[in-house]
């Protein structure tokens, strides 16, 4: 089969489930993914045939673009702060709000310190490996409550030739932390059951349900928890850094202020409340 010609069946395949523009980026991409050809060597040769193994792997992965399933997972691959990582269903696809976050947090760090960090509620590792690789001095710890998650954030930090202490953990059962840091921060589960609605189908349907959803009768249960062990296990002038829901951004503030953080509350690109940072007093 020519590469036009299933390209036609692509589009016509998924239209009404998605934009035009967005189907023409899913078909480039896996194009390029099974096959290597760009969208420029398809423009100088229009009747290049599509090699049977791949025209196999591009039916496959319109079907599932059909079921809604997120491109990253298809591909098994994204990027996140210019980093490679691979993802699948057991973990979040990194945001570009979290991106923030870690900028944030680098921002108030000196890459030649010699300090300790913790990332909580890893899923990939995004956030502990881009860290640990701009902060080539740092010992970083990451802690989930998902096996599958941290088998993934072990191969990322293979990848990305990064040192990394995963360790499996239930953070809201637990009574203390595995030492003293310096940092720690975290992007844990926040979007109510409520919200829901406002999500779309690749989430709804594929993301891990554990990483995303709080009840809406304690959306800050993770919240508070993290700061009671920060309270005990941050070194004096320590930094806690969070990403937050944006409806609950001065709900999360105060959980800080209570415990005797003095915070910082911080927009993201969208202009809505997305980080926090409290510094130990």
């Given at each position: 089969m020519?590469?036009?010609?299933?390209?036609?069946?692509?589009?016509?395949t998924?239209?009404?489930e998605?934009?035009?523009?967005?189907?023409?980026?899913?078909?480039?991409?896996l194009?390029?993914?099974?096959?290597?050809?760009?969208?420029?060597?398809?423009?100088?040769?229009?009747?290049?045939e599509l090699?049977?193994?791949?025209?196999?792997?591009?039916r496959?992965?319109?079907?599932?673009?059909?079921q809604?399933?997120?491109?990253q997972y298809?591909?098994?691959?994204t990027?996140?702060?210019?980093?490679?990582?691979?993802?699948n269903?057991?973990?979040?696809?990194?945001?570009?709000?979290?991106?923030?976050?870690?900028?944030?947090?680098?921002?108030?760090?000196n890459a030649?310190?010699?300090i300790?960090?913790l990332?909580i509620?890893?899923?990939?590792g995004?956030?502990?490996?881009?860290?640990?690789?701009?902060?080539p001095?740092?010992?970083?710890?990451?802690?989930?409550?998902?096996?599958?998650?941290?088998?993934?954030?072990k191969?990322n930090?293979?990848?990305?030739?990064?040192?990394?202490?995963?360790i499996?953990?239930?953070i809201?059962a637990?009574e203390?932390?595995?030492?003293?840091f310096d940092?720690?921060?975290?992007n844990?589960?926040?979007?109510?059951?409520?919200e829901?609605?406002?999500?779309?189908?690749?989430?709804?349907?594929?993301?891990?349900?554990?990483?995303?959803?709080?009840?809406d009768?304690?959306?800050?249960?993770?919240?508070?928890?993290?700061?009671e062990l920060?309270?005990?296990?941050l070194?004096?002038?320590g930094k806690?850094?969070?990403?937050?829901n944006?409806?609950l951004?001065?709900?999360?503030?105060?959980?800080l202020?209570?415990k005797n953080f003095a915070?910082?509350?911080k927009?993201d690109i969208?202009?809505v409340?997305?980080?926090?940072?409290?510094?130990?007093?």
């Open positions: 020519k590469i036009t010609a299933f390209k036609n069946t692509f589009f016509d998924l239209e009404g998605y934009p035009k523009e967005e189907i023409g980026s899913f078909f480039n991409i194009l390029q993914e099974f096959t290597g050809l760009t969208r420029l060597d398809l423009a100088l040769d229009l009747q290049r090699p049977e193994e791949a025209e196999g792997k591009l496959a992965a319109l079907q599932r673009l059909r809604h399933e997120p491109l298809i591909t098994g691959t990027e996140f702060f210019g980093i490679n990582f691979q993802v269903s057991n973990v979040l696809i990194p945001r570009p709000e979290t991106e923030e976050l870690v900028q944030w947090v680098l921002n108030d760090l030649s310190e010699e300790r960090i990332d509620g890893t899923g990939s995004c956030i502990a490996i881009s860290l640990a690789k701009h902060l001095k740092a010992e970083i710890t990451a802690i989930d409550i998902s096996e599958k998650a941290l088998e993934t954030a191969r930090a293979d990848l990305n030739k990064v040192a990394v202490n995963f499996q953990k239930d809201l637990a203390k932390l595995p030492a003293k940092v720690i921060v975290s844990p589960p926040y979007v109510r059951e409520l829901k609605k406002e999500m779309q189908r690749n989430v709804l349907e594929h993301e891990p349900e554990t990483a995303l959803y709080v009840k009768h304690d959306p800050l249960i993770f919240y508070r928890k993290i700061t920060a309270a005990d296990n070194e004096p002038g806690l850094y969070f990403e937050i944006q409806y951004g001065k709900e999360t503030e105060a959980l202020a209570e915070t910082s509350l927009k969208f202009g409340d997305r980080m926090l940072r409290g510094i130990k007093l």
